[in-house]
C-alpha cells in the first residue's frame, strides 16, 4: 500500500527562504570592500540628482531604492532604460550619476545605455552580482556583492539577488544620510502626508488658532462664559481660561458643563467658571513634536491639549478629532461627547 504523501508545510518551507536570504544577506556584508566607500563617495559629490537605471526585476528594486534617496536627502530618479533610448535621456544632467542596477552586469538595454550615459551625466556607479560583467567593468566605481543562490526552487526566479540589492540601496541611502547629518526635521518637511512625517511636524501646523479657540476669563461665571464665547470653524470640546494677565490657567469643557447639570448644581452656573474649571492643566508648546503630544494625549487620556507659549499664554489648540487616524496612540485616546448645551443655557 503506497503510504500517503506527506503534507506541504508552508510555513516551514517559507521559515527556510527568509532564513537563506538573511544568510546571504550576511555573506554579501562581509564581502564590502573599498568600493561601496567609492560608490558612496560618488554619491555624495553628486551636484545634480542620482539617475537610478535598471531593468526587469532591478527596475522594480530601483523604483525601491529612487524613493528611499529622495526621503532621506539624496536627489534620486528613476530612468526606465527602453524610454531612455527613445528619448528620456533627455531627463538626464550633465551633473547627474547613474546609478547602475544589474546582477548580471549584462542587460542589453542597460548595456545599450552605457555610452550615453557616459558622455551625458558626470559620473557611473554600479550595483552588480557580476565583476566580470560590462556594467561593472564600465562603471567609475561599482558594489559587486559576488555570486549568490537564488532561493526559487527552479533556481529561475530573481529573488535573493533582488533583495540583496534592495538592501545594499538601503545601505547606500542611510550611509549618505549619517553623512549628510540628515535630520528628523528634514525627514518631516519630505514626509508631509506619512504617519511617520506627522509624527515629527511641529504641534503649530497642527493646533487650532485664532478664531477656532474658544477663551474667556476664569473670572467670567459659567452662565456669563457660555453665552459669550463664540467661534468659527472647527469646534472644539474645551473653553480655555485665562487670568487677568492672559496667561492660561484651566480648561472647561462641555463634559464638565454636562456634569454639573447631571448633579443638579444649578448654582454653579452664576459662580465663577474657575471654581470649577480643571486648574493647571496639560499643556504643550507650539514647536513640540505631534509625536509627543499625541502621546499625552494617550497616556493622560485626554481629548483636548492646550498650546502656550514661552509666557503661559494660549496660543493653540490640539483636539483628539483632528488626529484620530494619524496612528494607534491617538484612536486610544478617551473622547469626550460634545454635548451642545449652549442653547439650554442661553435659551
Known amino acids: ?12 518551507y517559507a521559515s ?34 542620482v539617475a537610478v537605471v535598471g531593468v526587469g526585476k532591478s527596475a522594480d528594486v530601483g523604483q525601491k531604492i529612487t524613493g528611499t534617496l529622495n526621503s532621506t536627502g539624496t536627489r534620486a530618479y528613476t530612468l526606465d532604460a527602453t524610454r531612455a533610448i527613445h528619448g528620456d535621456l533627455g531627463m538626464v ?37 557580476n565583476a566580470k560583467g560590462t556594467v561593472a567593468r564600465t562603471a567609475d566605481a561599482a558594489i559587486v556583492y559576488g555570486q549568490i543562490t537564488e532561493v526559487c526552487p527552479l533556481a529561475l526566479a530573481p529573488s535573493t539577488s ?34 511617520l512625517g506627522r509624527r ?38 474645551a473653553i480655555i481660561l485665562t487670568d487677568a494677565t492672559g496667561r492660561l490657567t484651566g480648561l472647561f469643557t462641555d463634559s464638565d458643563l454636562a456634569r454639573l447639570f447631571e448633579a443638579r448644581q444649578d448654582a454653579a452656573l452664576d459662580s465663577p467658571i474657575g471654581h470649577v474649571m480643571t486648574r493647571n492643566p496639560v499643556v504643550i508648546g507650539p514647536d513640540a513634536k505631534l509625536g509627543e503630544a499625541l502621546d499625552l494625549l494617550r497616556s493622560r487620556k485626554i481629548s483636548e491639549l492646550p498650546v ?20 494607534p496612540a491617538a484612536a486610544g485616546a478617551e473622547t469626550r461627547p460634545a454635548l451642545r448645551l449652549v442653547d439650554r443655557m442661553t435659551a
Open 1 to 12: 500500500m503506497t503510504p500517503a504523501p506527506t503534507p506541504f508545510n508552508a510555513r516551514s
Open 16 to 49: 527556510r527562504v527568509l532564513r537563506a536570504e538573511a544568510s546571504s544577506l550576511a555573506v554579501v556584508a562581509d564581502r564590502l570592500d573599498d568600493s561601496f566607500d567609492a560608490v558612496v563617495a560618488m554619491l555624495f559629490r553628486c551636484r545634480g540628482r
Open 93 to 129: 544632467h550633465p551633473d547627474d550619476v547613474a546609478l547602475l542596477l544589474s546582477h548580471s552586469g549584462e542587460s542589453d538595454e542597460l548595456v545599450r545605455l552605457l555610452p550615453s550615459l557616459r558622455r551625458l551625466s558626470a559620473g557611473l556607479a554600479a550595483i552588480s552580482g
Open 162 to 195: 533582488t533583495t540583496v540589492m534592495m538592501a545594499l540601496g538601503d545601505a547606500l541611502a542611510f550611509s549618505l544620510l549619517e553623512q549628510r547629518q540628515f535630520t528628523p526635521e528634514q525627514f518631516a518637511r519630505f514626509h508631509p502626508g506619512g504617519s
Open 200 to 237: 515629527l511636524a511641529n504641534v503649530s501646523d497642527w493646533m487650532r488658532h485664532g478664531p477656532e479657540l474658544r477663551i474667556a476669563p476664569d473670572a467670567d461665571t459659567v452662565r456669563t462664559v457660555f453665552a459669550r464665547v463664540r467661534h468659527t470653524g472647527r469646534r472644539t470640546g
Open 308 to 327: 502656550a507659549d514661552a509666557d503661559g499664554r494660549p496660543v493653540g489648540m490640539l483636539d483628539i478629532t483632528d488626529l484620530i487616524g494619524l496612528e
